[in-house]
Nanobody, 125 residues
Framework: QVQLAESGGALVEAGDSLRLSCVGS????????MGWFRQGPGKEREFVAA????????HYADSVKGRFTISRDNSKNTAYLQMNRLKPEDTAVYYC??????????????????WGQGTQVTVSS
């Protein structure tokens, strides 16, 4: 088992950048695929990005590709989401998640076993 805690959300203006962090505890962080998901107002939770256990592979949603970068530092039990050129449509609660199953379905919210509480990102226009 692993417990996850996100931080770094803020109220920012369009075009700004934010870096979200997700710290894991209680488990072996390096065995988990890490994902970032978000849920905007009135919307379902959607995939944002995922990173493989050693950080050698990544996936991104089309809506964030080229703007967001997922990374991890297993020595710090931490995953990151660097968000650049933020848009109002990026406004959402951002969640990190951990999955020990495998890489092939890393874009699927249903395969993640552990979730953080979320951190609010609000982008004004």
């Amino acid at each position: 088992q692993v417990q996850l805690a996100e931080s770094g959300g803020a109220l920012v203006e369009a075009g700004d950048s934010l870096r979200l962090s997700c710290v894991g505890s209680g488990g072996t962080f390096g065995i988990y695929i890490m994902g970032w998901f978000r849920q905007g107002p009135g919307k379902e939770r959607e995939f944002v990005a995922a990173i493989s256990t050693l950080g050698s592979n990544t996936h991104y949603a089309d809506s964030v590709k080229g703007r967001f970068t997922i990374s991890r530092d297993n020595s710090k039990n931490t995953a990151y989401l660097q968000m650049n050129r933020l848009k109002p449509e990026d406004t959402a609660v951002y969640y990190c998640a951990a999955d020990a199953a495998g890489w092939t379905a890393a874009r699927d919210t249903k395969v993640y076993n552990y979730w953080g509480q979320g951190t609010q990102v609000t982008v004004s226009s």
